[in-house]
């Protein structure tokens, strides 16, 4: 062989060997297209190396993909393939029960990166009530995704607090416990679609919050602990201070107290506890309108709800709004219905047919018939009698329904004709005689 075929021999080989170079993706995961885009990234043709890789760093997560040797990649950490381009493998997030992190946060720390093998999907589920994330090559949650499983098919896209749904208490104890405003509620550790926050407490110093669902749960399902309040209406609702002060309208009139209140609510004097959630109330009663601290409400105004048209509410300045106080007064006619007379406290007002700016009703009696009405509508006849307070046939009131007094003995005997007068006199006389 002469020289010149043997160079051109060489150089034939070595192109040859150029040619069946692999050229794998070569990056790591300080370039975010490595994990999400791997497509973009630059290949580079390997020399002297057999396999294509992916591998995650234990302990880091970081991601690698590059050329090597074929004993160069331990199984679990690392993968490789011998074909151009094929180190495309997906990267998941994997964490599971041990970690407690994988099911109360995102769990979007690079540290849970995972290369995967033969998937092409990551999963999150709940098993046992916690959450497991990692890599899935069959999709073990059928047909579709559930609230507890969930299937996707991007880098990383099993990150997420899961499910999407669960509740988000404080979780602490003690002194820093008290005031959580400035905290962010957490997931509770363990999944139950029907999960309620819970708070206990003695003092500012001994409070405790937390998850129903945590198995050293201060105020677990079915605890009858009268210091235990739990809560489901929002995440985070076990906010409350072992003791707050409240601010509330504190008003009571029938005109200027029914409007919607704009000025400043007002400082309640006894400070509420976490117990107690209701802070202020609105009541219409008798034809006045009623703002104030539900703990400073007089027991005399009843059970606070719609039966007594009353509504509480539960943050600073929340009864604020216009109040209906439509004025009332018992009508009847003793004539008519004998309950008017001695029974007219059960009988129910009635809204007045007509309206002034003061507001009355009124009682009395004339020639042995009782009436009771609202002042607005009487005659004039009636209206200048019940405004004489020397004319003790009728009486005034200026609350709802007040007018329900039984007429006195003597209004009644001054009420009564002449004729009857006569009549008692003689029967009284007739029956002094007979004793006689």
Same mark, same amino acid.
């Given at each position: 062989m002469t020289a010149n075929k043997f160079y051109v021999l060489v150089?034939?080989?070595?192109?040859? +060997?150029?040619?069946?170079?692999?050229d794998c993706y070569d990056c790591d995961s300080s370039d975010e297209n490595c994990i999400k885009s791997v497509a973009s990234v630059n290949k580079t043709a390997c020399t002297g190396e057999d396999i294509c890789y992916t591998?995650?760093?234990?302990? %880091?997560g970081k991601v690698t993909r590059g050329c090597g040797a074929k004993d160069s990649c331990?199984?679990?950490? /690392?993968?490789? /393939?011998?074909?151009?381009?094929?180190n495309t493998h997906i990267i998941c997030k994997k964490c599971d029960a041990t970690d407690a992190?994988?099911?109360?946060? +995102? $769990?979007?720390d690079a540290k849970y990166n995972q290369v995967c093998n033969v998937s092409n999907s990551c999963i999150k589920q709940v098993k046992d009530k916690q959450v497991v994330r990692g890599c899935v090559a069959d999709n073990p949650c059928g047909s579709a995704n559930t609230d507890t499983c969930n299937v996707c098919k991007d880098a990383n896209c099993n990150v997420g607090i899961f499910p999407e749904k669960r509740r988000l208490c404080h979780q602490c104890e003690n002194s820093s416990c008290n005031d959580v405003s400035s905290a962010s509620p957490t997931p509770c550790l363990l999944y139950d679609a029907a999960e309620k926050?819970?708070?206990?407490?003695?003092?500012?110093?001994?409070?405790?919050?937390?998850?129903?669902?945590? %198995?050293?749960?201060?105020?677990?399902?079915?605890n009858t602990d009268d210091k235990c309040l739990t809560c489901d209406s929002a995440d985070g609702c076990n906010n409350?201070?072992?003791?707050?002060?409240?601010s509330c309208f504190q008003c009571s009139d029938a005109t200027d107290c029914a409007e919607a209140q704009d000025s400043n609510a007002t400082e309640c004097s006894k400070p509420v506890s976490y117990l107690q959630a209701n802070e202020c109330y609105s009541q219409v009663k008798n034809g006045l309108a009623l703002r104030g601290c539900f703990i400073e409400r007089d027991e005399q105004l009843g059970t606070c709800s719609e039966e007594t048209s009353c509504t509480s509410c539960a943050s600073a300045g929340c009864n604020k709004a216009a109040l209906d106080v439509t004025f009332t007064c018992v009508r009847c006619r003793s004539d008519n219905f004998g309950g008017c007379r001695?029974?007219? $406290?059960?009988?129910?007002?009635?809204?007045?047919?007509?309206?002034?700016?003061?507001?009355? /009703?009124?009682?009395g009696q004339w020639d042995g018939i009782v009436l009771r009405g609202c002042?607005?509508?009487?005659?004039?006849?009636?209206?200048?009698?019940?405004?004489?307070?020397?004319?003790?046939? /009728?009486? %005034?009131?200026? %609350?709802?329904?007040?007018n329900t007094k039984a007429p006195s003995g003597a209004s009644t005997l001054q009420s009564l004709g002449v004729g009857l007068n006569l009549l008692l006199v003689f029967g009284f006389l007739s029956a002094r005689w007979r004793v006689l």
């Open positions: 150089i034939v080989l070595i192109a040859l +060997n150029i040619c069946q170079a692999l591998k995650t760093d234990t302990g %880091t331990p199984s679990g950490n /690392c993968f490789s /393939c011998s074909e151009d381009s094929c992190s994988c099911s109360q946060t +995102n $769990a979007d926050c819970y708070t206990k407490g003695d003092s500012a110093d001994t409070m405790v919050r937390g998850c129903q669902s945590d %198995t050293a749960a201060k105020c677990s399902a079915g409350l201070k072992f003791e707050r002060t409240v001695n029974n007219a $406290a059960n009988i129910g007002g009635e809204k007045c047919s007509n309206s002034t700016a003061e507001e009355k /009703c009124f009682w002042l607005s509508d009487a005659d004039y006849l009636t209206t200048y009698q019940c405004n004489n307070p020397k004319d003790n046939r /009728c009486h %005034t009131c200026t %609350t709802s329904n007040c």
